[in-house]
């Protein structure tokens, strides 16, 4: 803590607390520590990442083929360490970059104690501390004003622009800031207890990842896990009951059961969404959650919060008009006069004037006294030189007997979102800075909130794509109307005043029939998140501030500006750390690029881990399973691996149509279909034309390769140069692996038995398979089919489990 100043105070109601005072609360826990949602710790994140039911699974598989001395065998748990990895690099890499914004966002907190004004942190402030405020300084803690005054911005906490007036008596909220004036307060909540984080409060709950993609994943690994059990314990006792040794059942056994988890499609996800946020991080977006990308992709409405978002927070000068025979260049100059005579303490209106001034080279006259703006008077002024004294603010206040006719028509003709001030010359002022005599005016003028300057070709981006827009504010509803509708909004003139709904039943109903919602609580905006979700549509939230917490918690997918409040940055899955809304298309295409082509090569892993499934089953009853270990490594590199990574970095910025559960098992089934088909067949029927065990695995591998070569290229049409050179090194690596490392995958060479048994064999399976595509991709275009199936299963066990993990299984 070190010195600010030095000030003899005379009242003692003003000396602020002794030492031993701020000693005994401090020993009593009265600080103000930190009570809002916080980043989770390393430990935390590690441990969510490491402790999951796939890797669990993973790990079993793999000691038991560590058991047998088959180390070549282990290969596929590469695939399990890399996706860890990846998961809790990523995250950590987030936490790491909220955490620093924090810190460079916190300013410290001039207090007064024994009468000095020192400097101390949030946290270190004690409850009953006098806070010594002025202009731009956030209120760490609950206060009551008792000296001075001051224009606050609650706009943080209640969504409203507009300054509110605070003199000795008044509360002050924490994580508001002052607009201008100077106040001292003493502290009447820390910590948990104060207003900001009792809104915080609400939003500790943990918020599970809205995602399809996760959801599969946890679908199929759970589907997966109970049949491993069941299913390893018959294949391996069958194996061993038709002359294998316990190590050649174990083997056989973890084939068949590794092939049923899809680890290649887990890494994948990890990998796409890991370089989509890197993608993102170079634009200065921020992802803190993986799988929030794929919601921004599905969004149908997004929720935007006026301030921060379509408009900067700071003015623009919109026009002046003379009145009573006065011109505006009159009007300009006096008001030039006015604001430079207290440039000092200018706000965010008087900067306006202060830049528009400058910039048309106004040459304002020089002021021997300055009248600062005060929030009572709700007017400035100043004295020229020549004695000429002027005033500006606003009309009712300026003219206390009643504003004249024409400054009230000239007032009249603003747009409904202008903020208007009149320009008069008075007689002077006295010592408190009241007026003297009656004001007589010269003008007024006109100014508005800055829009983005990229906000309208942003919005337009979203109406273009289809995307319902809903504007949410604190605000008066007219004034967030004419703001949302020039900045390109539709039905922009559907508002409503939020106060007036009343009843959960009256808000719903206007979730459904307005765009503007105008004096909107924190409460209502989660409310209204709530009952767009409940409709049936992906809600995206944008917000900076402590009153938009709880709505940013409710959203499919949130959205925070860096300089927004602490609680807005953690809580949210993205943060535009640069503050720019004209990211949000970059953003949304990224997401489109990853779940477009994660649908196509998900297909690939499901056709696998279905076919594998469904084999292991029949070989239980009816041995031998036909692949070893290597052998998938094989066909899961050339057919899956290879294909998958380069299909899901591919360019494609399509509309994500359809759920991603149906897209993929539209495709895969098919094939998984086929291969079963032409497994089954050359495993139960070649053995008995002479070919040995393994001459029939590997006429096997071949037919499930033919198989995924042909998944490869439907799924790859219209073919281009990169896909079809991927169909050269799909067939290279195939020919490689049955050739010169046929002894490592345990292939053996090719005879002309097995060549026609291959031909007869893969050209039925081709026909099955090409048939049942195109029929799967028909029903995935509507509302019949296998998702419908697989999701009535689904659905039964989130009944008994409603409350998911944030990672996937």
Avoid at 398 to 409: K, N
């Amino acid at each position: 803590m070190r010195d600010e100043n030095t000030e003899d105070i005379v009242a003692p109601e003003l000396r602020g607390l002794s030492s031993e005072e701020v000693a005994q609360r401090l020993a009593d826990g009265l600080t103000n520590a930190y009570a809002g949602p916080k980043t989770k710790s390393v430990g935390q994140i590690a441990a969510e990442h490491t402790f999951t039911l796939f890797n669990g699974v993973n790990l079993v598989l793999a000691g038991l083929v560590a058991l047998t001395g088959s180390w070549r065998n282990l290969s596929y748990i590469v695939v399990v360490f890399a996706n860890l990895f990846i998961g809790v690099f990523q995250e950590v890499r987030s936490k790491r970059t909220i955490d620093k914004l924090s810190i460079l966002a916190e300013r410290p907190v001039i207090i007064r104690r024994d009468g000095r004004d020192v400097c101390v942190s949030h946290e270190e402030v004690v409850l009953d501390d006098l806070l010594v405020l002025s202009r731009g300084d956030q209120i760490p803690a609950d206060a009551q004003v008792v000296w001075g005054e001051a224009g606050v911005n609650e706009s943080l906490l209640t969504g409203e622009s507009k300054p509110v007036t605070k003199v000795v008596g008044s509360e002050l909220m924490s994580g508001s800031f002052l607009d201008s004036g100077t106040l001292v307060a003493r502290v009447t909540r820390v910590g948990a207890d104060s207003y900001a984080s009792r809104i915080n409060a609400e939003a500790k709950y943990v918020k599970g990842a809205k995602s399809e993609i996760m959801a599969t994943l946890n679908m199929i690994i759970r589907w997966a896990t109970w049949l491993l059990a069941p299913v390893g314990i018959l294949l391996f006792l069958r194996t061993l009951q038709d002359g294998s040794t316990i190590n050649q059942a174990i083997l056989t056994t973890v084939a068949a059961l590794v092939g049923m988890i899809p680890q290649g499609l887990v890494l994948l996800t990890s990998s796409v969404l890991a370089i989509s946020t890197v993608r993102l991080a170079r634009k200065s977006v921020l992802i803190q959650q993986f799988y929030c990308i794929e919601m921004l992709a599905r969004v149908d409405v997004l929720c935007l919060d006026k301030t921060g978002t379509i408009t900067s927070g700071s003015m623009d000068f919109e026009q002046s008009v003379g009145v009573c025979g006065h011109d505006s260049s009159e009007v300009e100059l006096a008001a030039a006069a006015i604001v430079r005579a207290s440039a000092h303490d200018a706000n965010e209106t008087a900067t306006a004037i202060i830049r528009y001034t400058t910039e048309t080279g106004i040459d304002a006259p020089a002021a021997k006294r300055a009248i600062g703006f005060s929030s009572a008077r709700k007017y400035s002024g100043c004295v020229l030189g020549d004695g000429r004294a002027l005033v500006m603010g606003a009309a009712q206040f300026v003219f206390s007997g009643g504003v004249p006719d024409e400054v009230a028509q000239a007032l009249a003709q603003t747009g409904e979102r202008a903020r208007t001030l009149v320009v008069a010359e008075c007689d002077g002022f006295d010592a408190d800075g009241n007026l003297l005599g009656a004001a007589r005016p010269l003008g007024i003028l006109s100014l508005s909130d800055h829009i983005r300057a990229n906000a309208p070709a942003t919005i337009a981006y979203f109406v273009e794509q289809g995307v319902t827009l809903n504007v949410i504010s604190g605000d008066d509803p007219r004034t967030v109307a004419g703001i949302a509708a020039e900045a390109g909004v539709p039905d922009a003139d559907k508002w409503v005043d939020a106060s007036t709904l009343t009843t959960p039943e009256a808000l719903k109903r206007a979730a459904m029939s307005y765009h503007v919602f105008g004096r909107v609580t924190p409460q209502q905006k989660r409310e209204l998140v709530q009952a767009l979700r409940h409709a049936g549509h992906t809600v995206a939230m944008t917000g900076d501030g402590v009153n938009d917490v709880l709505a940013l918690r409710e959203a499919d997918c949130s959205v925070a500006m860096a300089s927004g409040s602490d609680a807005a940055r953690n809580v949210a899955e993205v943060v535009l750390v640069d503050n720019d809304f004209a990211h949000m298309p970059a953003v949304v295409a990224e997401g489109r690029r990853s779940i477009n082509n994660l649908q196509r090569s998900a297909s690939l892993f499901l056709v696998k881990t279905v076919f594998s499934a469904v084999l292991a089953l029949l070989c239980a009853l009816i041995p031998p399973y036909p692949f070893q270990p290597v052998q998938m490594s094989l066909i899961s590199t050339a057919i899956i691996g290879i294909p998958s990574f380069v299909l899901a970095l591919e360019p494609n910025h399509e509309r994500v149509r359809g759920s991603f559960l149906g897209n993929v098992l539209a495709r895969s089934m098919p094939g998984s279909i086929a291969v079963i088909l032409a497994v089954g067949v050359a495993s139960g029927v070649l053995e008995r034309f002479g070919l040995s065990r393994m001459e029939v695995s590997t006429v096997c591998v071949l037919l499930t390769c033919l198989v995924g070569f042909s998944l490869i290229v439907r799924i790859s049409l219209p073919l281009n140069a990169l896909r079809s050179a991927l169909l050269v090194v799909v067939v290279g690596i195939i020919a490689f692996g049955c050739t010169v490392a046929g002894r490592f995958f345990e292939i053996s060479p090719l005879t002309p038995t097995m060549l026609v048994s291959i031909a007869i064999i893969g050209a039925v399976a081709l026909v099955i398979f090409n048939f049942l595509f195109t029929r799967g991709v028909e029903l995935a275009r509507g509302d019949e089919g296998y998702e419908s199936f697989m999701r009535t299963i689904e659905n039964h066990n989130e009944r008994r489990d409603d409350h998911g993990s944030d990672q996937p299984c």
